[in-house]
């Protein structure tokens, strides 16, 4: 059974920093490009950031840009999110997801297989 397992969230101040991490089951790791994504109340689910399989490629939504960075650690089967200069509009429960499509479009939701249950991300001002 696929699991992934997200970490790191919490309660921080707005300027502050938290580093997400997404462990994850799958038999071969580096088979799957990886995804953030989030969902504040009320609100749909928005892509955050991705990475490919190797590690070589990284996608950011605009919202996000220079201030979120995504890695990869193939050897334990993580996934990292490290977030800078948190504002409050990124208040949100922040999913990591799987997908092994080819080809892929890295920002859509439908292109993942597998996701993991969420971790709670709030900033306050």
């Known amino acids: 059974q696929v699991q992934l397992v997200e970490s790191g969230g919490g309660l921080v101040q707005a300027g502050g920093s938290l580093r997400l991490s997404c462990a994850a089951s799958?038999?071969?790791?580096?088979?799957?490009?990886m995804g953030w994504f989030r969902q504040a109340p009320g609100k749909e689910r928005e892509f955050v950031s991705a990475?490919?399989?190797?590690?070589?490629?990284?996608y950011y939504a605009d919202s996000v840009k220079d201030r979120f960075i995504i890695s990869r650690d193939n050897a334990k089967n993580t996934v990292y999110l490290q977030m800078n200069s948190l504002k409050p509009e990124d208040t949100a429960v922040y999913y990591c997801?799987?997908?092994?499509?080819?080809?892929?479009?890295?920002?859509?939701?439908?292109?993942?297989?597998?996701w993991g249950q969420g971790t709670q991300v709030t900033v306050s001002s």
């Open positions: 997801a799987a997908g092994s499509k080819a080809p892929m479009l890295m920002t859509s939701s439908s292109s993942y297989d597998y």
């Open positions: 799958l038999r071969t790791f580096s088979n799957y490009a």
């Open positions: 990475i490919s399989r190797g590690g070589s490629s990284t």
